[in-house]
């Protein structure tokens, strides 16, 4: 399958969902700095990537939060190559950052 230039897909949830306090994303990260930028599944169709960048040029720690917890993940290049195994915390895992930084992870789930 290709998956270039595809539209964006929202979901939403019920009025009742949102009412008990449901707020659940595919990912979410916990520092203003970082940007999500790309969710994808991953080239090799192993897995999917995280891609996130610093925006502010500053230096400092972040953590991304899974909707689930996964099995494993591993920072990878910008052509998804291991760098090296990130330690996971149930659905979270954390990372350091430099100004204007990118940084890629491998999930797996």
Excluded at 34 to 56: F, L, Q
Excluded at 73 to 98: A, M, P, Q, R
Aim: with cysteine.
């Amino acid at each position: 399958p290709i998956y270039f230039n595809n539209p964006v897909m929202i979901f939403g949830i019920s009025e009742e969902a949102a009412s008990v306090g449901f707020d659940k994303s595919f990912a979410r990260v916990d520092n203003p700095n970082i940007i999500i930028d790309t969710i994808k599944p991953a080239e090799d169709g192993n897995g999917y990537v995280i891609r996130v960048y610093e925006c502010n040029g500053i230096r400092g720690k972040a953590a991304i939060t899974l909707m689930s917890a996964p099995k494993s993940v591993v920072e990878t290049n910008l052509i998804e190559e291991e760098i090296g195994k990130v330690e996971t915390e149930k659905e979270s895992f954390g990372f350091d950052f430099t100004p204007y930084e990118i940084k890629t992870f491998r999930i797996l789930s």
